[in-house]
């Protein structure tokens, strides 16, 4: 298998953190440099028609894409450590948290900095900053939410480790180096001590 990947954005490492924290091997990492417009060259787009990374080629020449399917395949390829939930019950309640800080935090700090940041202008055309600056507001309402969530758990989702996890942290690192957001700087110290414990897992190295 081929897992196409770009250096630095959230999505594909959401991948790949999933895929070290599960020990998985033998996928080859693709790069493709969205800054020079590789992810909407011809032979790139002839596996994911909506330029986007990550996509992960299977051997037998199928290609999937968006991060939550690669997730689900690789999980049913290799169930243990187990990330997505035992049962149905608990799949949904995983599923309900990795959704909403992907939908409501995550997306805001993607919003935010494509749309404010000068790097990303070549991927964000028009840029609108000041739509940029009520996402960057709206995501720090959510990031409180979360704040006050982890104050009566360990994890995102519950108990224990999961995928909504991965996604979180994925959120907030892209936020701590394109926004230099620092949950503990703004009174979230809930949310500051589970990023510090998240940084300690290997998987959270690049």
Partial sequence: ????????APNPRRVTMFIAEKGITGIEQVMIDLAANEHKSEAYVAKNPLARVPALELDDGRVLCETRAICTYLEGLYPEPNLMGEGFEERAFIEMADRRVEMHLFLGIANSVRHTHPGLAVLEQPQFPDFGASQGEKMREHARWLDGELAKRPFVAGE???V???????ALEFA????????????MAHLQAWRD?????????R
């Fill in 164 to 170: 909504a996890d991965i996604t979180a942290w994925c």
């Fill in 160 to 162: 224990r480790f999961t």
């Fill in 176 to 187: 701590r180096g394109l926004m230099k957001f620092r949950p503990g700087a703004e009174g």
């Fill in 197 to 205: 414990r998240m940084a300690e897992r290997p998987s959270a190295a």
């Fill in 1 to 8: 298998m081929k897992l196409y990947v770009s250096t630095f």
